[in-house]
């Protein structure tokens, strides 16, 4: 059975390139919980949505910035419920709560590998724009903010 050009990715789009970011936010009152997703808006302004309909304090923990930021999305989304002991939560697909023996850092860990992976396959696939950068950023403890 071939599959319709328009359902998979479009990996040879040249001119085109979709940008955006994923970003990993965690709820403040309960930081067991937390959130994967993507936007193509600015992070602050996906939080500000994501509090008034979620009616969660959510902090913006790491955003990864590049080319192909759904793709990264996807594969970060499937790693996380490929595991069967990863709890979902009722808010929908995107929140999960960390296990018993794991930290936002690994799940930060985890991100930063999809994004590697997602530049891996563009670049396989000769559709990773000349001179692009995956750009992090991660929220400080303090409040601050680091760039990576």
Known sequence: MQRSPRTGIPWLRRRKVPYGTVYLMQ???????????????RTKDRRTELNRVASDDLAIVYTVSLPWARACETLILRRLRWNPFRHGDRRG???????KRESIETIIAKLDRAARDTRRMARWRWSWPRGAEIKTFRANRQGGAAHG
Do not use: I
């Not at 697909?93 to 296990?99: P, R, V």
């Open 93 to 99: 697909t995107e929140w999960f709560w960390l296990g």
């Open 27 to 41: 709820a403040r009152a309960t930081p067991r919980l937390f959130k994967v997703g993507f936007t193509k808006r």
